[in-house]
């Protein structure tokens, strides 16, 4: 099994080699876009020993510490050009107030940028850097199956800006998996984006072909989906453990901040004369490496309390007090409590969210949508969302997951949205309606036949009787509706695209079947379970939910095929629309000082 572990030490190890590069003590300066997921790299500990004694954000000004303690001062920033703005300030500032001895550096992640350096040029300090580097961290590996760019940009970028430059650093990303992993023979893939990417990277192979890394092949396929073919996923609620926890509580980077005093055991001392703190939070990690959480990830919400009530029963009889622990088993029994109690409270606060009226309401609307049951009228939940002031992401996700399901809506319904939000949440968010507008998530109707209810039909993306305990179908992600994302992927394992050629042809964008040329020395060795292995590379993002519904097809009896997961991004139907809006200062509103 392939296992994405390998491209996080190659990256701590160039990370590492760079800072051995510049001699001396250093102070870190982070983009803050990349505290986070840089966290995944390298712990803080491991960089103290490579000297780096100091580590601040990048922000306008002189920097909060005295240079003079310091012989360099490195900045680790992503490739945008108004970063360098920032950049060249704290340059200028420090070299103006007194001078310094420390040499300035800058390390770009992924890659360098020439309008990068042209902006440090216009801002005369270009030649104030020693070095130029870049780390070559396309990827952040979030767990042993799947690795996010982190980028959620991406889909706004080429679909609305009209801008390839994302895709450019896609293609990037992926000549540089094959570089640890062989070249992928097979390449598959639906949609404007994915045959954009595509021809990429056969570009970037040709002008480096000579310097090609000799690497035996590991993964057989892969498969690129343009997030575009599928926008009624991303606008649904998920239903698993770990989708749920998303989209009530927002998971970065492998962990979720939740109130502290939820966790504080009832016994824990003074907690009779300590009144808890509503504000104080707890971050909880959240992958693979914990065997709790790996149990319960995948599971449908409905599932996870009949699991916990069952652990719970097992660890009361192997459990013994823990000055008692004396054997590795009796270890072992107390960790699962302590992991246990976890995410027992967790499913707590998950569940009261549920258990919302609101919440009810809200995800009623989205299966009867999907069920395609009436699609076409205004929807009468919207209005009173509006009337409670509920949150306007909440808002633009109905209208948008209807708009997807219509293929658009009538005249007077599209005015009355206009209306609705543009009177109850300000008319700075005209801007953010055209996007959506331009994107094709709301516009009129077109008087082409709709194409979700063959799509729903050919592909069987519904089911009523779905069984969420036990479950022999990926619709148990959400309940009725199986991703039409995974539902492509799991019909290219069987029988193959060619059988749903008719179905292809109604989603947007071309269909991308191509074959790399891989030297015969250099081809993927069957092993003796013949089981394929198939990266699906998500471009625009990819959900929780469909990732669940991916290892669910890799886990089955059946299955000869291990899938993995790439995306530009893990998102959320909340977090999809944030990147769709355009933000507007309100000058209306009150200013308190």
């Known amino acids: ?41 390298a712990k803080h500990s491991v960089l103290r020993e490579r000297q780096v004694d100091k580590m601040v954000p990048l922000k306008a000004g002189r920097l909060p510490v005295d240079l003079g303690q310091f012989d360099n001062v490195v900045f680790m920033v992503r490739p945008d050009v108004h970063l360098m703005d920032a950049v060249a300030d704290n340059v200028q500032r420090e070299e103006s107030a007194h001078g310094t001895r420390a040499e300035f550096h800058i390390m770009f992640v992924p890659q360098r940028s020439l309008l990068c350096e042209m902006r440090l040029k216009e801002k005369e300090v270009f030649g104030s850097f020693t070095f130029l580097d870049e780390l070559s961290l396309f990827w952040f590996p979030l767990d042993i199956d799947v690795i996010s760019m982190e980028n959620r940009s991406v889909f706004r970028d080429y679909h609305l800006n ?112 300590d009144d808890p703190d509503p504000f104080e939070m707890k971050t909880i990690p959240l992958h693979s490496g914990e065997d709790m959480f790996c149990e319960l990830r995948d599971k449908n919400f409905n599932a996870v309390g009949p699991t916990l009530s069952k652990k719970a029963k097992y660890v009361s009889s192997q459990f013994e007090e823990r000055h008692e622990a004396k054997t590795v088993q009796e270890l072992k029994s107390f960790i699962l409590k302590q992991s246990l109690s976890i995410h027992t409270t967790i499913a707590e606060l998950v569940k009261k969210a549920t258990d919302d009226r609101r919440f009810l309401e809200n995800l009623q609307v989205e299966q009867e949508l999907v069920n395609f049951q009436n699609a076409d009228r205004p929807l009468d939940y919207l209005e009173d969302a509006c009337c409670h002031e509920e949150e306007i992401v909440k808002v633009l996700r109905l209208i948008c997951l209807q708009n997807v399901v219509n293929s658009g809506v009538k005249p007077k319904i599209l005015e009355h949205y ?118 699906v590379l998500f471009v625009g993002g990819c959900t929780f939910a469909e990732i669940s519904a991916l290892r669910f097809l890799s886990q089955r009896e059946e299955s000869n095929t291990e899938f993995l997961v790439a995306t530009t991004a893990l998102i959320n139907g909340d977090t999809f629309v944030e990147s769709l809006m355009t933000q507007v200062d309100d000058n209306l509103a009150p200013r308190f000082v």
């Open 418 to 535: 206009r209306r609705l939000i543009l009177q109850t949440y300000g008319y700075k968010h005209l801007l953010t309606l055209q996007s959506l507008e331009r994107l094709g998530l709301l516009n009129l109707q077109s008087q082409v036949s709709r194409n979700y209810p063959v799509l729903r039909k050919r592909l069987n993306l519904t089911m009523d009787d779905t069984d969420e305990q036990d479950p022999s179908d990926i619709a148990y992600v959400h309940s009725v509706y199986a991703p039409l994302s995974v539902r492509l992927v799991q019909n290219f394992a069987h029988p193959g695209w060619q059988s749903i050629k008719d179905v292809l042809e109604l989603l947007p964008g071309p269909t991308v079947a191509e074959t790399q040329n891989v030297p015969a020395n250099l081809k993927k060795v069957k092993d003796e379970n013949h089981q394929a292995t198939t990266l």
């Open 162 to 273: 009209d801008d390839p430059t994302c895709l450019n650093r896609v293609a990037k990303g992926i000549l540089a998996l094959q570089s640890v992993f062989g070249v992928i023979p097979k390449v598959y893939g639906k949609g404007p984006a994915a045959r954009q990417v595509y021809e990429f990277m056969v570009q970037m192979r040709k002008e480096s072909i000579a310097h090609e890394n000799p690497v035996i092949g590991k993964i057989d396929s892969l498969i690129i989906i343009d997030r575009q073919i599928d926008l009624i996923t991303p606008f649904l609620t998920q239903l698993t453990y770990e989708g749920l926890i998303d989209e009530t509580f927002g998971i970065k980077f492998n962990s979720v901040r939740l109130p502290a005093h939820k966790f504080k055991a009832p016994d824990s001392p003074n907690d009779d004369f």
């Open 1 to 41: 099994m392939i296992q994405f572990d390998l491209l996080r030490d190659l990256a701590r190890r160039e990370l590492l080699d760079h800072l051995d590069k510049y001699a001396g003590t250093k102070v870190l300066v982070w983009d803050e876009g990349l505290t986070a997921p840089l966290d995944l790299i």
